[in-house]
């Protein structure tokens, strides 16, 4: 982990509500895809945890989606200013164990399956991306995935249907699946998908290391705190 202050390079909307922004500083604590980053808003007492999209040696990027004060202040942010953010949280996905991989996004899931993608794409392995958005006006990374070469399935819930629906289509040539989104999403994968997987899990989140034990959840292995021992955890460890 690594703190430091960061400077904004881009900071604008990409879908409703939903924001891109790109932070220039040192990305050298970045050793997974599916890490986070806690970031410093000012006049917020407490950091707001975002996942990573991308980084490369200059930067880092992430897509935050507005839902109430202190994503609605970074919004606000002009390119320039600078934030203090803790980099390099969390354990991330472990890529090693897949060389079909299905990732199952939903919403504002969907950003650390993006940089887990791209990962896989530079070691020649296309992961199929099933993405479930609210509506065409929410869909993100949709594009940015099809241009690394994924097969890309996107299920709307106006059109009534959800990622549980192509759930079998999406698995049928894959070894392993990695899932973020909302809880009930993640729920009903695990419950529906018989391959071996990994989900990421977000939840409210206080100090993000480990010190204050406010994101603790139950596992079979006992009580895991997200920000430290996750937030990604194999499908047979959560007591769903
Ligand atoms: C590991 C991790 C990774 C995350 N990655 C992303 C990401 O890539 N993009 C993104 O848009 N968001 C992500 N989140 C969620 C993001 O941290 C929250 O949306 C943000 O902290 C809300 O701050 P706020 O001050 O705007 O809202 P608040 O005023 O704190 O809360 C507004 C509303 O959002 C709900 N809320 C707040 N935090 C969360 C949360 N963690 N999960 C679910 N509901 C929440 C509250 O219950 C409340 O209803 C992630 C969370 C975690 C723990």
């Known amino acids: 982990m690594r703190q430091s202050i960061y400077i904004i390079m881009d900071n604008y ?19 997974h895809a599916g890490q986070f980053a806690n970031i410093r808003i000012d006049g917020m007492y407490l950091r707001r945890p975002f996942s990573i999209v ?10 935050y989606k507005i839902v109430g004060e202190g994503t609605r202040k970074l919004s606000n942010i002009p390119i320039g200013r600078t934030l203090d953010v803790m980099l390099g949280l969390g354990n991330g996905f472990d890529m090693t164990v897949s060389r079909a991989p299905l990732l199952i996004g939903g919403g504002v ?14 070691n020649n392995i296309t992961p199929t991306a099933l993405l479930g958005f609210a509506s065409k006006y929410d869909i993100i990374l949709a594009d940015e995935l099809r241009g690394l070469g994924c097969k890309v399935i996107v299920t709307l819930e106006t059109d009534g249907q ?5 759930l079998d289509e999406a698995a049928a040539d894959r070894d392993f699946y990695y899932a973020c989104g909302p809880e ?28 204050c034990r406010g994101c603790t959840r139950e596992t079979l292995a006992g009580g895991k705190r997200i920000c430290v021992d996750g937030p990604v955890f194999n499908k047979e460890a959560l007591a769903w």
Request: proline share 8%; glycine share 10%.
């Open 13 to 31: 909307p990409v879908a409703r509500d939903v924001y891109r922004l790109r932070l220039d500083g040192p990305t050298d604590a970045l050793t």
């Open 54 to 63: 991308d980084w490369d040696s200059g930067g880092f990027v992430i897509l």
């Open 109 to 122: 899931g969907v950003p650390p399956l993006y940089a887990l993608a791209k990962r896989f794409a530079v």
């Open 162 to 166: 959800r990622v549980t629906d192509r």
């Open 184 to 211: 009930g999403m993640l729920r009903a994968v695990k419950r529906q998908c018989p391959l071996p997987g990994q989900l990421s899990l977000e939840t409210r989140m206080a100090c993000g290391v480990g010190l």
